[in-house]
């Protein structure tokens, strides 16, 4: 290793939302340092060990786990695991000597964070959520910048080290570049359609899937509305075995789309669950939408990140527990009244922040220079 090179850790992941801000922040730093080394450290098991080789990185796991909300005995491992993260991390940390080390969330970013300030390393921190999590709130305290995406963060964390960055969004989003007809061949949808895109986040939403089997009868009565459905990949199978005993042909379905640009230009509204880097996305492609917020997230963060925008009728939400009752009606009433649809769009737009990949890695490398003792 040289000596005089620029060296960065960048830690966390678990979800989707944690590892692709994570990795637009190095692609980001890269662009500016193309000399820079960077490093990441995930969790042993979780996506990131895969994602992040495929993005071209290099990555170390740690043996860490998240706590069980129950008192369980399953929480002494998570202790002992978290004890050997904890050791882990300060080896790490010590052999690739970081100029500067980056949190986003998730598991790993505890322990590498935590020993590169213990060590004396300027640490930033990066918070998705407008609910800061447990983790991120005790690592304030030494961080020198903490990049949020949402007002008000200081509820949570000293106002003084607050930049409002926004979340980091693949390019191909931020600046779109296809048009609604590109988008609507490549769903195969007859232009006089309108569409209604139903997303449940990365690893997809029950509540979502289950809402609109539920009421399969109204959308095969507006068969001028095709809807493009993403269940996820644990839920794929069992809606395509629904749809093949019921089919119904304004449906488009997938388990995952890749191509997210063409799926945004096409919609001309959304149903989503309320994930922070989905959330940044909409901001930017400026569509109305409905947010089903997970009940099944940490202190409820996605509820909150929902509320942020249906305070400022920027978006609807429709609680997880009245989805099945309401979501499709919801959805149906808002594609055919456009000027709540114009309301909306123009609100959700007024929220979205760009470049946050570039500003985030600026601040990194500003860090670098930064003496912390
Ligand atoms: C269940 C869970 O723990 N959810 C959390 C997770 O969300 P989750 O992992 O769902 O992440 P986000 O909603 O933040 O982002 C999802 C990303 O996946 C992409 N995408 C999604 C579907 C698809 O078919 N194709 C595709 O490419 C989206 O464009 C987006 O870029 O991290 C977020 C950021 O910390 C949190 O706010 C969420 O509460």
Redesign the pocket.
Known sequence: MENNQLRIIISGGG????I?PAISIANAIREIRPDADILFAGAEGRMEMEKVPQAGYKIVGLPVAGFSRSLTPKNLIVVLKLMKSLIKAYRIVRNFKPHVVVGV?GYASGPIVKAAQRLNIPTLLQE??SYAGVTNKLLAKKAKKICVAYEGMERYFPADKIMLTGNPV?QD?ENLTVTRTEGLAHFGIDPSKKVLLV?????GARTLNQSLLGKLDVVKSNPDIVVIW?TGKLYYQTVKEELEKNPVENIRL?D???R?DLAYVAADAIIS??????IS?LCLVAKPCILVP?P??AED??TR?ALALANKNAAIMVSDSKALEQLVNEAFALLNDESLQKTLSENIAKLALRNSAKVIAEEVLKLTNTNSK
């Open positions: 979800t989707g939302g944690h692709f969330g998705q959520n693949r989003i997303l449940g986040g990365s690893l993403q997938f995952f789309i890749r997210m669950r309320a994930g922070a880097g989905t996305e997970s099944n997230v963060h996605q990140n």
